[in-house]
């Protein structure tokens, strides 16, 4: 019953910045992780950035320093700004929460990030 919705994708030019939003309904438990995955074409799904309920964060390598991931006070809702984008960022970014009393996960359907001239 865990509804993943999503939003903020777009068409940016190189060097450019792009805040991502997921809005998250119904039962995540106490202890939980929500974070972002990214797919470009032709390429296996990969971690972004991912935060726990605790507020550890972890991103994946190729950040960089550029994204910074956080989460409501509620822990409703997941937020990604990224700043200083790349040609190589364009993907389907999808948000993910994962249960961690019975481990189970949860995703939205995705939004498009076009990074281009």
């Known amino acids: 019953q865990v509804q993943v919705v999503e939003s903020g994708g777009g068409l940016v030019q190189p060097g450019g910045s792009l805040r991502l939003s997921c809005e998250v309904s119904?039962?995540?438990?106490?202890?939980?992780?929500m974070g972002w995955y990214r797919q470009a074409p032709g390429k296996q799904r990969e971690l972004v950035a991912v935060i726990f309920t605790g507020g550890v964060k972890k991103y994946g390598d190729f950040v960089e320093g550029r994204f910074t991931i956080s989460r409501d006070i509620a822990y409703n809702s997941v937020y990604l700004q990224m700043n200083s984008l790349k040609p190589e960022d364009t993907a389907v970014y999808y948000c993910?929460?994962?249960?961690?009393?019975?481990?189970?996960?949860?995703w939205g359907q995705g939004t498009q990030v076009t990074v281009s001239s």
């Open positions: 993910n929460v994962r249960k961690l009393d019975f481990p189970v996960d949860y």
């Open positions: 119904g039962n995540i438990g106490s202890r939980n992780v």
